[in-house]
């Protein structure tokens, strides 16, 4: 199947209707793998079990930052190209973006209280997560009010790549900040700095994740599309009933 | 009932736009304001809904309910149609309905019928055209029953099939005992009306 | 009686359509909040210190923000002239554009206050404290703005006008809402005086911000 | 080029005479300036301190609060369709409405601020590298709130969405512009390399900010 | 010079506003477009100038200035009279012809005294009439020179007098060698006018 054809919302529907099943099975496997060894993995000789927010928190927080480069990538699909598709793609991303975003507040919280003895820090990391999840409030909020789906899709994708400018900004310019959130360890020049028996899990995990976002970006992009058809075919059906009347 | 404007006068942004101007309509009759651009048709208008400062004389309604003003007895189509554009066209309807109603009941889709916008009902109005965004501000005369009707320009906009609409609803309302007052600049379809020519010429 | 609530029910649902609503108010008090960090720096002491000002500035922001469009929006579609010729008293129509507004951005301001005081660091007991008097003080800035809100559709001004009219208005609902919510957080002085006053002011603006500014715009008739 | 000056010269005319013009956003300012001591109280050493951080909040709402309007009243009267049908490309007409912007609000607030930094008690040899950010920082924020309200005329939203959606777009902006400042207060650390930051984020919102708002303008074409 | 639409189709809001819409006018020509509420004359309009996406088919110009675009070379005369209420009338024609000349002399005395506006010209806009506001549109098509003039119902707000110079104004556009697309439920003056009937009947 080409690429064109997947271009086309009925045949990217059918093909994912095909998929979607497959993916939940591996994504549960996955999970489950992923689950056992992060319970084998070693305790922090610190922080003891505590540690194993980790398993959840890092791979949460890359999907959180992913998830808005694939709604940039989108973004360019529907302001150049106008593509439909491209517009569903860039609105299912955000919800999911915005929720792993959130996990990795909350869990990063969560840990912080025994680690550090407080929810809640101004650290450099931390604020940048928070707003990174205003701007995904914000590019919610224009989907939200959008009474027309694809003026709200474009007006998103403006907003996208604009927050697409800002992102690494926020993220690079607070790190002289004082911090208390640990730098980079898993990727960074000179190679990883964590012990294999951490890593391997984490890994997994990460891997993991990503295949859940696929699967919920998927899902959400069918959905979209679908609840699209039934709005078209009700504003045709006013239509019609409109020009029956006169 | 009987509306009476005696030695009117009306000044806006310190310039006079009419003086010594005498008009008197009963029920069951319409007046045509006509005149050039400028002349004050529509000040006069907005003196009578009580939207304008009256400067001068005396503006006065025998008959009906006395306790209530002019104003509240009167319903008022001006050039801006006061509708909300993320409201759909029977919401926009039903509000003002229900915020001018004094008593009886709404009736809220024979309104639209007799301006022929039933099918659009559920569509917001910023989806609306200018002769259909118009003509809703019309239904709003039928929704709710008001004895004296200010009409700015009412034919304005509105399509051959509509502006014959509009001159029956206007007639049947005369009909009923109602009170008709129209700025315009061409016929709109009432017999015989009285006619006030403002200003020179 | 049925009027009052129709036009009630309507500008919440504008609110909500156009503004995006209730959740408008919320998104944008947790942003100011979580901005102040920025400006003042990341000093905890610091910023659960000024906890009480940073969300009284914030509540008094999204009040002003959004209200500046209050009359214009109805001034401008021709809507406001059929409301001033309805039978209720244009005090009344007044109030309950005033009161749409405070519920569709007053309210989840005040609702969303703990979260944003757990992230300024402010004590869990003086929590209470702080959200009653974001609870009496907001109505007070909203049926403050109301009258600049009317005075610049009276006027056909628009821009930083309200602001400027408005916020030297608020300055002793700020000072005694601040106060109040910091003797609940420094002490020593007690939490009643204050915060009394704050509820007087706040009487005091729901009565006379209605009559101001319905007679604002009875004389903006020309 | 004409065209520019004259689209620029007409905001400016507007900006005076609706909504008080320059002026009036100085007052604005003042007014904040004045109310901060009320919310954070009268300690000296403190507001010295927030000083930076306080001047740098005004200049983020008076620049928020007048520009959600900016094409706004354009696009309700006509006149927005009229600008697109000129020759002039429309990021330049876009960047001629900001500047004019800029002039009547941005301007005199940094103008006004050595008398306001006397107010709050700033150190007066960090007077000059304070009026510096503001001077490099306004535009900035200028330009990118364009986007916001281009983005809200696009989709026919008002309200506090704008604010929702430039605010977080500001946070570079405001860590470096109030980083800069403090340096210059606090030390130790170097002024220049924030601000030279500052600049460069300044820069790129002069680009950015008018190909954004012209592509949100155009896309919301329905 | 020649506008031709070939086969225009337009969505709006997610609806079908008109499709196969064939037309061609040529310099010295008008075409008058009738059709009934909500047929889509406004949105044909908006279309040719620029300022709503064109769905499907193709807008082009034979002639004129071929580095400019059809939008560039049009007046369009709204329902809207983008007038500035605190600017005056001067002061409202003299920006938009700065803004809109591409070349050329403006002038703003001829363009006011063609309406007969003149005896107004230092009065802020926002105490003109509805009618007076429509006349100040209408001095820019005289102001400013462009070949292609969009009207959307021209006539509306106008009394006897000034309808009959707007068709003055026509005649010598057309006459002139320019072209009108006008939007219209009544006669606007014009002699023979090409027809376009958009929707149904
Ligand atoms: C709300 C609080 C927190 C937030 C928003 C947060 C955010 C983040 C983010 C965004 C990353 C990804 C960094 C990257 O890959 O560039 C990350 C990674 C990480 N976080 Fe957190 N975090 C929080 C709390 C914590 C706490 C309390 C700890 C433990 C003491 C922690 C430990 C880690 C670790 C070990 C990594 C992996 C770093 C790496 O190897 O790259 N985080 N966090
Ligand atoms: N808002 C206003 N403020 C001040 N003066 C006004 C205002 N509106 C109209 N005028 C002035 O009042 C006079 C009459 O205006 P009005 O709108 O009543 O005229 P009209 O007869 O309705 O004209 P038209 O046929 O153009 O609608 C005009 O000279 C006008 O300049
Ligand atoms: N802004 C808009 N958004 C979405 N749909 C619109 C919009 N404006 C108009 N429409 C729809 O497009 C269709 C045509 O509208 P248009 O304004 O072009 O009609 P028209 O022929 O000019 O009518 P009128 O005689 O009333 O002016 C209508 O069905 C209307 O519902
Ligand atoms: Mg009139
Ligand atoms: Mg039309």
Same mark, same amino acid.
């Given at each position: ?246 | ?122 569509? %917001? ?21 008001? %004895? ?51 200003? %020179?010429? | ?50 906890? +009480? ?54 309210? +989840? ?29 907001? +109505? ?31 300055? +002793? ?50």
């Amino acid at each position: 199947m080409a690429i064109i054809d997947l271009a086309n919302p009925t045949r990217f529907i059918a093909l994912v209707n095909r998929v979607l099943p497959w993916l939940i099975a591996v994504t549960v496997l996955l999970f489950a793998i992923g689950l056992a060894r992060t319970m084998q993995a070693p305790d922090d000789y610190q922080q003891g079990a505590t540690v194993k927010i980790m398993y959840l928190h890092v791979p949460a927080a890359w999907l959180g930052m992913m998830a808005w480069g694939i709604m940039s990538v989108a973004a360019l699909g529907t302001l150049v190209w106008r593509h439909p598709l491209a517009d569903v793609a860039g609105k299912a991303a955000a919800p999911i973006g915005a929720a792993f975003t959130f996990i990795c507040l909350v869990t990063g919280s969560l840990w912080g209280r025994p680690t550090w003895g407080t929810y809640w820090v101004w650290d450099a990391r931390l604020t940048s997560m928070l707003v990174l999840l205003l701007l995904y409030l914000g590019v919610m909020a224009l989907y939200w009010t959008a009474d027309d789906p694809n003026r709200g899709s474009r007006a998103a994708a403006i907003l996208s790549l604009v927050g697409a400018v800002n992102l690494p900004i926020i993220k690079f310019s607070v790190d002289w900040w004082n911090t208390l959130h640990q730098g980079s360890s898993v990727f960074r020049m000179g190679g990883s700095t964590i012990s294999p028996s951490i890593l391997i899990p984490l890994l997994i995990m990460a891997i993991a994740f990503t295949l859940l976002f696929v699967t919920l970006h998927l899902a959400a992009m069918r959905n979209e599309i679908l609840r699209r058809r039934v709005r078209t075919m009700r504003l045709m059906q006013a239509q019609e009933l409109a020009e029956a009347h006169s | 009932m009987q509306l009476i404007g005696d030695n009117l006068r009306c000044v806006r942004g310190g310039r006079e736009v009419f003086a010594d101007l005498n008009f008197r309509v009963a029920s069951g009759e319409a007046m045509v304001v006509t005149g050039r651009n400028g002349a004050g048709k529509s000040s006069l208008l907005r003196v009578i809904a009580g939207l304008v400062h009256l400067t001068g004389g005396q503006l006065s309604l025998d008959g009906g309910i006395p306790e209530a003003s002019v104003a509240e007895q009167a319903h008022y189509l001006g050039h801006q149609d006061a509708l909300k554009p993320s409201l759909s066209v029977a919401e926009n309807l039903q509000f003002w309905a229900e915020f001018l109603r004094i008593e009886g009941s709404i009736e809220i889709i024979p309104a639209l019928q007799a301006v022929d916008l039933q099918p659009l009902a559920d569509l %917001p109005a910023a989806y609306l055209s200018a002769g259909q965004r118009r003509r809703l501000s019309i239904a709003r005369l039928v929704a709710i029953k008001r %004895p004296i009707w200010l009409l700015d320009e009412p034919t304005s906009a509105l399509d051959v099939a509509s502006q014959g609409r509009l001159a029956k609803l206007m007639r049947a309302h005369i009909a009923g005992g109602g009170m008709i007052i129209a700025a315009t600049h061409g016929p709109i379809g009432l017999d015989n009306p009285r006619e006030l020519q403002m200003g %020179p010429q | 009686m049925s009027a009052f609530v129709s036009l009630l029910k309507r500008d919440m649902r504008l609110a909500i359509r156009v503004g995006g609503g209730a959740l408008m108010g919320a998104f944008f008090f947790l942003i100011v909040v979580v901005m102040m960090p920025f400006a003042v720096g990341p000093d905890l002491g610091l910023l659960s210190r000024l906890g +009480p000002a940073i969300l009284w500035i914030g509540a008094l922001l999204a009040s002003l923000l959004a209200l500046d469009r209050l009359f214009a929006t109805d001034h401008e579609d021709g809507s406001l002239d059929l409301l001033m010729m309805g039978d209720m008293p244009l005090e009344l129509v007044v109030a309950a554009k005033a009161v749409a507004h405070w519920l569709t951005t007053g309210l +989840p301001l005040v609702l969303i206050t703990p979260l944003l005081a757990l992230m300024l660091n402010v004590e869990p007991k003086a929590l209470g404290p702080l959200m009653l008097t974001l609870v009496v003080g907001t +109505p007070a800035l909203t049926f403050i703005g109301l009258v600049g809100a009317a005075l610049s559709v009276a006027l056909r001004r628009g821009g930083l006008l309200l602001a400027v009219l408005v916020l030297p208005l608020t300055v +002793p609902v700020l000072i005694f809402g601040v106060a109040a919510a910091n003797t609940a957080i420094i002490g020593p002085t007690p939490f009643g005086p204050p915060f009394t006053i704050l509820c007087g002011l706040s009487l005091m603006s729901l009565v006379i911000g209605p009559v101001a500014a319905a007679a604002a715009l009875r004389h903006g008739l020309e």
